[in-house]
């Protein structure tokens, strides 16, 4: 099992992942946007092949969270490189079930849910806690990237399953998953729903969402996309991204949010 940090008394213990903010949820469509655009560029517009593409990026991902796990507090540059390369990934392990090893859209599904619910279950087990506010420990940390991995695998299922099933459109899908994201927030800030379940809630569906409006985009029009294309398409939002970013890293109101607790139980905000 591994240990957590022994602190000294005075040393302040930063949370390692963002706050839960309009920017936060902004930058995350965009990330899974780009991972279903990025995916399908490298796989078909240069022709890697999706176990090629599946290598590189895979590669990829290790080093991102290799960097983001050197960090000691929550750095927007690392943290969202790294949230953009696992959505790819994610979307990746679900294409790569069903293409190559022909696992129906329903198997993966009902297989990445469970996944999903094991993390939680042996996360909460360990640790008594699935807050993302307190995420100051390698070990948590790594709960919580092997959640956000299974998120974007189940979204990419759940919602290729639909648009497959129902024949919607990409326009369609996306406004149906909007509608179930409102769902969650009005339960959320009106009925009272739980924070941490709708946070996770929100989080899977976010991907769908970001998915169906980037093939909407990105392809042709005779398949009911607008033609923009996968280079165009991830290029205008990895340019979001970079902007979102560095605001994020420049702004005082941003890293003014990062909470900060002591091994005392007390808590302030970094400045």
Same mark, same amino acid.
């Given at each position: 099992?591994?240990?957590?940090?022994?602190?000294?008394?005075?040393?302040?213990?930063?949370?390692?992942?963002?706050?839960?903010?309009?920017?936060?949820?902004? %930058?995350?469509?965009?990330?899974?946007?780009?991972?279903?655009?990025?995916?399908?560029?490298?796989?078909?517009?240069?022709?890697?092949?999706?176990?090629?593409?599946?290598?590189?990026?895979?590669?990829?991902?290790?080093?991102?969270?290799?960097?983001?796990?050197?960090?000691?507090?929550?750095?927007?540059?690392?943290?969202?490189?790294?949230?953009?390369?696992?959505?790819?990934?994610?979307?990746?392990?679900?294409?790569?079930?069903?293409?190559?090893?022909?696992?129906?859209?329903?198997?993966?599904?009902?297989?990445?849910?469970?996944?999903?619910?094991?993390?939680?279950?042996?996360?909460?087990?360990?640790?008594? @806690?699935?807050? %993302?506010?307190?995420?100051? @420990?390698?070990?948590?940390?790594?709960?919580?990237?092997?959640?956000?991995?299974?998120?974007?695998?189940?979204?990419?299922?759940?919602?290729?399953?639909?648009?497959?099933?129902?024949?919607?459109?990409?326009?369609?899908?996306?406004?149906?998953?909007?509608?179930?994201?409102a769902v969650i927030a009005f339960a959320y800030f009106v009925l009272q729903a739980d924070s941490i379940l709708s946070f996770w809630l929100a989080y899977i569906f976010t991907r769908p969402l970001g998915a169906s409006f980037g093939d909407l985009l990105a392809q042709?029009?005779?398949?009911?996309?607008?033609?923009?294309? @996968?280079?165009?398409?991830?290029?205008?939002?990895?340019?979001?991204?970079?902007?979102?970013?560095?605001?994020?890293?420049?702004?005082?109101?941003?890293?003014?949010?990062?909470?900060?607790?002591?091994?005392?139980?007390?808590?302030?905000?970094?400045?």
């Amino acid at each position: 099992m591994m240990a957590s940090p022994v602190l000294k008394a005075d040393e302040p213990v930063l949370n390692r992942v963002p706050a839960v903010t309009a920017d936060f949820w902004i %930058i995350k469509l965009l990330a899974v946007t780009v991972g279903e655009t990025a995916a399908d560029y490298m796989n078909l517009n240069l022709g890697l092949g999706l176990p090629n593409t599946s290598y590189i990026l895979s590669v990829a991902l290790a080093a991102a969270l290799a960097l983001q796990f050197a960090q000691r507090k929550y750095m927007p540059w690392a943290y969202w490189l790294a949230v953009v390369l696992i959505s790819v990934v994610g979307t990746l392990l679900t294409d790569n079930l069903v293409d190559n090893f022909h696992v129906s859209l329903q198997a993966a599904t009902l297989g990445f849910s469970l996944s999903l619910a094991l993390t939680f279950a042996v996360w909460f087990g360990i640790e008594r @806690t699935l807050s %993302i506010h307190t995420i100051f @420990t390698t070990r948590r940390e790594i709960f919580y990237w092997l959640a956000i991995l299974f998120t974007f695998a189940l979204g990419t299922a759940a919602g290729d399953l639909v648009a497959e099933q129902f024949h919607l459109g990409y326009l369609t899908t996306g406004l149906l998953f909007a509608g179930i994201i409102a769902v969650i927030a009005f339960a959320y800030f009106v009925l009272q729903a739980d924070s941490i379940l709708s946070f996770w809630l929100a989080y899977i569906f976010t991907r769908p969402l970001g998915a169906s409006f980037g093939d909407l985009l990105a392809q042709p029009r005779e398949y009911g996309g607008l033609g923009f294309g @996968t280079t165009i398409t991830s290029l205008i939002f990895l340019a979001a991204i970079l902007v979102v970013v560095s605001y994020m890293t420049i702004s005082s109101e941003s890293l003014g949010r990062l909470t900060v607790s002591s091994n005392t139980g007390t808590s302030k905000t970094a400045k």
